[in-house]
């Protein structure tokens, strides 16, 4: 598919009254999800089946090649008719309503580190490796943990309100709060809650705390302060987590900017439109992709 084609989530041309995080721009336009992201559970073979009407094809596959935690290992995406599609370009970001796509990476309570491989065609999900050797946080994250589609942290920006911070160059991380442990290439429909502002060697990895609709707390969960009502000590939890996690490898702990806390939910939907603007961007090569893969 070419990239043009995939530019349908492009963020509006409007302005944000302010350039406080605190404020959002007007909402950008996609094809709506009427009934949602509907999953089978249909087991053949390798393949993971699942029907999702916000997709361009309605049936995708999961298809898994090589045998997890080994270097060969991916989790490829493809429709019906066998054509593997991206994870990180094909799959709508906006799903209508303050709703989003969220595709899982890490399950819950796993510390192998996955990720979707923004260098290789089709993009697919694989477990990451410094020097040779497969990527382990040294324990289990807390929660569910993955990305925005069509979203992308530019390099090339420079982030006023963190620090003059550059993006990392990867897609808007999102943790999912809710209490289901998912699949590896689950698509779910999140709303998010909040944002914080992760300094990870110098480089903006911002992480979207949302949580997914079928959870049966969603409904009482809209905005920052609900966080904090209704899963207590949760949105620390994550900060600390993310933190700390690279000090038992003796490296120093992340930083964050933004005061050192979250930011509500205007602040994580002003870094959605600004990092989907900036995919649009990038899948039209107005900014050039080098390493990345756009197919």
């Not at 006023?160 to 290439?185: C, Q």
Request: net charge neutral; hydrophobic share 40%.
């Amino acid at each position: 598919m070419a990239a043009a084609a995939r530019v349908i989530a492009i963020a509006g041309n409007s302005t944000a009254a302010a350039s406080s995080c605190l404020l959002i721009k007007t909402p950008f336009a996609l094809q709506r999800c009427s009934n949602g992201l509907r999953f089978n559970n249909v087991r053949r073979s390798s393949k993971r089946l699942f029907s999702c009407n916000a997709i361009y094809n309605p049936q995708v596959q999961i298809k898994q090649e090589g045998q997890p935690e080994t270097l060969d290992y991916r989790v490829f995406f493809e429709d019906t008719s066998g054509k593997k599609i991206s994870p990180w370009h094909d799959v709508p970001l906006h799903l209508g309503d303050g709703v989003f796509s969220f595709i899982v990476e890490i399950p819950k309570e796993s510390s192998a580190k996955m990720e979707v491989a923004t260098d290789e065609l089709y993009t697919p999900i694989k477990q990451d490796t410094k020097k040779g050797k497969l990527r382990y946080y040294p324990y289990n994250i807390n929660w569910n943990y993955g990305l925005l589609p069509q979203t992308w942290e530019d390099p090339s920006l420079a982030n006023s309100e963190v620090e003059g911070a550059f993006g990392d160059n990867d897609p808007v991380d999102v943790v999912e709060i809710g209490e289901s442990r998912r699949k590896i290439g689950d698509i779910l429909k999140v709303k998010p809650l909040a944002a914080l502002a992760m300094i990870d060697e110098g480089e903006l990895d911002w992480k979207i705390v949302a949580i997914s609709l079928d959870d049966p707390r969603a409904s009482l969960v809209n905005d920052i302060d609900d966080v904090e009502k209704h899963f207590p000590g949760t949105l620390t939890a994550v900060r600390d987590w993310f933190r700390d996690y690279k000090i038992p490898d003796g490296k120093p702990a992340n930083k964050f900017g933004l005061g050192n806390k979250a930011a509500n939910k205007d602040c994580a939907l002003k870094v959605i439109t600004e990092t989907n603007e900036s995919w649009a961007k990038l899948v039209k090569r107005s900014i050039p992709a080098r390493e990345l893969s756009l197919l």
